[in-house]
């Protein structure tokens, strides 16, 4: 089983429509989140962090449950610049190693 | 500011041979990262460095090793290239050490090897 888990995708959405993803993780000492944004042939941008509490930015929301051991990121009212790969990250307690999973690919249609 | 900054851009290699990758991190960060992405697929873990030590290391053979310098900019070597090491390899900078530390990646070096 892979450590960190994503729907492949391509998730392909109409503009102004809300899309969820899901990471899944196998390590439950793991103990720090993120989200990630990579787009076509460029480096990957840290998006969000994922805090237990669930945070915000804008149009994004991540959450964390860590009884299911899954983080989450939700886009509300898609962009066509949304359209782009999302990569969750986790880090093990008191490792040093980013995880990656292999990225959800999205693309918004006008 | 400057951002993460690698080079070269592009390169490309025959097999058996060796290959040198650099990296400066943004300007009072001390933690350098290296990962190997394969099209695809997400990056990989290679090395981690803070403070000139290396602080983790990835799955990878022997053939990969690292440093960083007193100026914390390091350099990713690469010895006895195969086909399967052709990829984006990228490096990120942090400001500390790692866990809940936000990493910022370099456009990366794109290696084909022939």
């Known amino acids: 089983r892979k450590e960190v888990e994503q729907d492949p995708g391509p998730f392909n959405v109409p503009e102004g429509a809300t899309v969820a993803f899901n990471c899944t993780y196998s390590?439950?000492?793991?103990?720090?989140f993120f989200w990630y944004r990579q787009d076509c042939r460029k480096e990957p941008k840290l998006l969000m962090s994922?805090?237990?509490s669930g945070n915000e930015d804008g149009r994004f929301t991540a959450q964390l449950n860590r009884a299911s051991q899954y983080i989450s990121l939700l886009i509300r009212d898609s962009k066509l610049s949304d359209s782009a790969t999302y990569l969750c990250v986790v880090i093990g307690s008191g490792t040093y190693k980013y995880i990656f999973g292999t990225g959800t690919r999205l693309k918004v249609l006008a | 500011d400057a951002g993460v900054t690698q080079s070269p851009t592009h390169l490309i290699k025959t097999r058996g041979q060796h290959v040198t990758l650099r990296c400066s991190p943004i300007s009072g960060h001390k933690s350098v990262s290296w990962y190997q992405q394969v099209l695809g697929q997400g990056p990989q873990f290679i090395f981690q460095y803070y403070e000139k030590e290396e602080r983790g290391r990835g799955n990878f053979p022997d053939r990969f090793s690292a440093r960083q310098f007193p100026n914390y900019s390091s350099e990713l070597n690469v010895n006895a290239l195969l086909l399967g090491d052709s990829a984006l390899y990228l490096c990120a900078s942090s400001l500390v050490g790692p866990t809940n530390e936000k990493l910022f990646f370099g456009s990366g070096t794109q290696l084909s090897v022939l």
């Open positions: 994922v805090y237990s």
């Open positions: 390590n439950s000492a793991s103990q720090s």
